[in-house]
């Protein structure tokens, strides 16, 4: 009868020890690619929005000289690269670019506004200085706005990245899309 116990406790613990692996391996697996917001210093993820390959975003704000809106739209590639693929903007005026930069863009003037097409622009990421002064970005994909104001404070100096995130980092962050 003894040794029968014995077995049954020792499968039990060996069973338990699995399941701990299994759990702890999981929860430090990447299981989600997202565009993360993270803090510039500490590298602490402040939010962040569930992406695919290929997908598109805006990065949307008030020119805080202007005052006119100016939008960045970018693209997921693979590797978590960001391509940054055009810049529409409505004053030429100090801060502005007034002509296409590099090889291959275009510059475009339509209905009053002014665009940089045709951009092959690549970055691993892209460092921001959220609005302080005049409170106005925001991130633009698949039909909706986030205001970064609501899930970071503004003035952070933040890194804007595409990361595999994991189980744990997933419940710790702000998931900006609910």
């Known amino acids: 009868m003894a040794g029968a116990f014995n077995f049954t ?40 929005l569930p992406v695919g390959e290929d997908q598109i975003f805006q990065l949307e704000y008030t020119h805080s000289i202007h005052r006119s809106t100016v939008i960045d739209t970018y693209i997921i590639l693979s590797g978590n690269r960001i391509q940054q ?31 940089i097409m045709d951009m092959n622009r690549v970055f691993p990421s892209i460092n921001l200085s959220t609005s302080q002064v005049v409170i106005s970005h925001k991130i633009n994909t698949h039909g909706k706005q986030y205001e970064l104001h609501k899930f970071i404070e503004p003035g952070t100096l933040i890194k804007i990245e595409v990361k595999h995130l994991t189980l744990l980092r997933l419940l710790k962050g702000v998931n900006m899309n609910g």
Do not use: C
């Open 85 to 115: 693929t055009s810049l529409q903007f409505e004053d030429m005026a100090i801060g502005m670019p007034s002509n296409a930069l590099l090889k291959g863009e275009r510059f475009v003037e339509k209905d009053g506004k002014y665009f």
């Open 9 to 48: 406790r020792r499968k039990w613990i060996w069973i338990s020890a699995i399941l701990v692996f299994l759990s702890v391996f999981f929860i430090f697996l990447p299981v989600k690619k997202s565009l993360t917001f993270q803090d510039f210093h500490s590298q602490e993820v402040l939010a962040y």
